[in-house]
């Protein structure tokens, strides 16, 4: 293709082929990053909770939902309206940054931040959000979000994922 056809570019298909050939790539897939069986190894699922979503999908970045708990009549309904199901949640949002000065830009809007030493290149926990959040040496931002009923210290829950995440990366 020496020379791009004007009727190819005009046309329908034609230009959903430019589109496709332009666009940027997705980055990466995360999806296989944490399964059910991770899930139920590192979080307690008492007897009839299983695991009702679990999803990536790119929103503003790149971002993968797990829910789990025990079935609810409303679940259905929530998922036919674009809702998700009520229940313990890990969120995993990854997004690629330019350089670290983008994660000193994150952090500026934590007002709790804590330092966690010895895990990417970076890190920090918040209380406030239950929240970690890393650059890695190949500055991915990564934020894991932990909102589970059964789990005293989210913090910590917070670190071992992420540094199962990062083995993965």
């Not at 069986?37 to 993968?64: H, I, M, N, V």
């Not at 350089?99 to 209380?127: H, N």
Request: charged share 25%.
């Amino acid at each position: 293709m020496k020379y791009l056809n004007l009727t190819l570019i005009y046309s329908l298909p034609g230009l959903l082929l430019l589109t496709l050939l332009f666009q940027p790539a997705y980055a990466a897939d995360y999806s296989g990053n944490i399964s059910e069986e991770y899930l139920r190894s590192q979080f307690t699922f008492e007897a009839g909770d299983k695991l009702k979503y679990s999803e990536c999908k790119k929103k503003s970045y790149p971002t993968c939902t797990y829910i789990w708990g025990a079935a609810h009549k409303k679940d259905g309904v929530r998922l036919k309206h674009g809702l998700e199901p009520e229940g313990n949640q890990l969120m995993i949002v990854y997004a690629q940054a330019s350089s670290k000065k983008d994660f000193e830009r994150v952090l500026a809007t934590y007002k709790d931040a804590v330092k966690v030493d010895g895990l990417a290149a970076e890190a920090v926990w918040s209380k406030k959000r239950g929240q970690l959040s890393m650059i890695t040496d190949s500055n991915l931002v990564v934020h894991v979000n932990v909102r589970d009923k059964g789990s005293s210290d989210r913090k910590s829950k917070s670190i071992t994922i992420a540094q199962d995440l990062l083995k993965k990366l």
